[in-house]
């Protein structure tokens, strides 16, 4: 079988080679020019329906720079908001009407200014579409002038400024939604040059850019798997690689490790429902079974808190790289200091105990003939969230759950996970997330309190975004009722996983910003600045 695996990633190695234009497996191969360079990405990260932010190319949990179109607004290093496209804009004293003014200096990659127009398209547009951008807070968008453009709400939404960070504006004069995707026009740094799908992506960079010319002229992503990417750059033909915690105990000479901070967060949604419960998905609007007999029990979501060894999960599935993890939020303006929880299985115990569930023959909880025990869905291709589903499994055997790991595909978890709790990951440059996990309506746990409703609503409604952190942290626990493991607990976060790199030792690259969720294209953010040594 090992030598099996040997074979196929020569293979895939030497069909690298091919794809990259590379010949002799030496260090020099991709680095010729001193100013391209070649990354390796989770193959996930490829845009299903292109580079189209219409259709929600680098919004949603995945967000990035869309780097071929410009945005009104960024994230900053910090994770505060600052400018592109926009040079200031307004929020009028209800929070229901948004004024951008925007630079009169940018033109698209085919020589068009880009106007105000272009704006409002874009989002009129997008409204419109079931994609990972949400832009349901949204009535309207017009374009008074050239360089203004107004956004009419149905409601505050004072986390808005976070969305229009992430969503890249298109062009009136040259979309095409059954075309664009493929053949994207921006105002970002770089062109599409050439996209052969399901192997790579040229980038190449925009002389009509309107800001710091990017370094590096050309950029080359191939997309492989964990293993793929490893052996591509054992072979020297990338020059940097994402990879996973378990491939860094055997490292590659030419190369160091790269570690980025990040907000990707692992975690377990425990539908709160019992079972026989439908429920719609967020994204397409199809129906699924929702609900789960075990987990919607209270005294079960906090015993899960309390017996999971976040640490033990750091040093051994992760391999140190990576930290414990009590929210989404971790390390944000927003986190919540109360949804800490200490590992404590007797705790846990004693919360199952005080709640009548009684320890079987079997040496698992029972409660009214319901065992405690459920399936754990994980991604079987991801090595980390394997490793997590298989460390539950044994810490909650520990206090009588019974755990059984599930692993497939994402394209069956999605309709499978409003039932069955699923090895998660989450992590937004955004408060957002506590909505899309907690508020009332399509989330993966179906988690209802109206308490916690009410302070999201307050947080939206805010004046400004700093304004609105204290909603967000009332959200998760305001003393009495919220989302921690000492109450409701729908959720259970586990570790913030540090993302990692194989990088060449020749490479300078700068990227100070957090990384949100998705190895992918977060990485190459700041690759306009990126050089060689």
């Not at 994770?79 to 040079?87: E, N, Q, R, S, V």
Request: hydrophobic share 40%; charged share 20%.
């Amino acid at each position: 079988m090992k030598n099996k695996k040997i074979i196929v990633l020569c293979l895939i190695v030497t069909f690298i080679f091919t794809l990259v234009g590379c010949g002799k497996n030496t260090d020099k191969n991709t680095n010729a020019a001193k100013d391209s360079v070649v990354i390796a990405m989770d193959a996930e990260s490829e845009p299903a329906a292109g580079f189209d932010p219409v259709m929600g190319w680098a919004a949603g949990e995945h967000t990035h720079d869309p780097l071929i179109q410009s945005t009104l607004l960024i994230t900053k290093e910090d994770i505060t908001i600052g400018y592109d496209l926009a040079k200031e804009y307004t929020i009028s004293p209800d929070g229901l009407t948004w004024t951008f003014k925007i630079r009169s200096d940018v033109k698209f990659s085919d020589g068009v200014p880009l106007t105000a127009k272009d704006v409002a398209f874009t989002y009129n547009h997008a409204m419109k579409q079931a994609t990972e951008t949400d832009l349901s807070m949204l009535k309207s968008v017009e374009a008074i002038d050239d360089t203004t453009v107004v956004f009419h709400f149905k409601k505050p939404h004072s986390a808005f400024a976070y969305t229009a960070a992430v969503v890249g504006i298109v062009p009136e004069h040259a979309y095409n939604a059954a075309t664009y995707g493929k053949n994207p026009i921006g105002s970002g740094r770089y062109i599409l040059k050439q996209w052969d799908k399901g192997q790579q992506v040229i980038l190449e960079a925009n002389p009509n850019y309107y800001g710091e010319k990017p370094q590096m002229k050309k950029v080359t992503i191939v997309f492989m798997s964990e293993d793929a990417s490893y052996a591509a750059a054992k072979g020297g033909q990338v020059d940097v690689a994402y990879t996973a915690p378990s491939y860094t105990v055997n490292p590659i000479k030419g190369y160091h490790i790269l570690l980025f901070n990040s907000v990707d967060i692992r975690g377990l949604n425990l539908p709160v429902v019992p079972a026989g419960n439908k429920v719609a998905a967020r994204k397409n609007g199809e129906t699924y079974p929702a609900g789960n007999n075990v987990t919607s029990n209270l005294a079960i979501r906090q015993a899960i808190a309390c017996a999971i060894d976040r640490e033990a999960i750091v040093k051994n599935v992760l391999y140190g790289y990576g930290a414990v993890a009590y929210s989404d939020s971790i390390n944000e303006p927003w986190e919540n200091e109360a949804m800490k929880v200490a590992y404590d299985p007797a705790k846990a115990k004693a919360i199952l105990e005080a709640d009548g569930w009684k320890l079987n023959a079997e040496g698992i909880y029972e409660k009214q003939g319901q065992k405690a025990e459920f399936d754990l869905l994980y991604i079987s291709s991801n090595s980390v969230r394997t490793g997590i589903a298989m460390a539950v499994k044994e810490m909650l055997g520990q206090v009588g759950i019974k755990v059984n790991p599930v692993g497939s595909s994402w394209d069956k978890i999605s309709t499978l996970c409003y039932e069955t709790p699923h090895v998660f990951g989450a992590g937004l440059h955004s408060p957002t997330g506590i909505e899309s996990h907690y508020y009332t309506g399509k989330n993966y746990a179906s988690y209802s309190n109206p308490k916690v409703d009410q302070y999201i609503d307050q947080a939206l409604a805010a004046n400004s975004v700093e304004e609105s952190y204290q909603f967000w942290k009332k959200a998760q626990w305001d003393g009495v009722t919220g989302i921690t493991p000492q109450a409701d607990s729908p959720w259970v976060w586990m570790v913030e996983i540090k993302h990692i790199y194989f990088a060449k030792e020749n490479l300078n690259v700068i990227d100070k910003k957090i990384h949100p969720h998705g190895y992918g294209w977060t990485i190459v953010n700041n690759v306009h600045n990126w050089s060689w040594k």
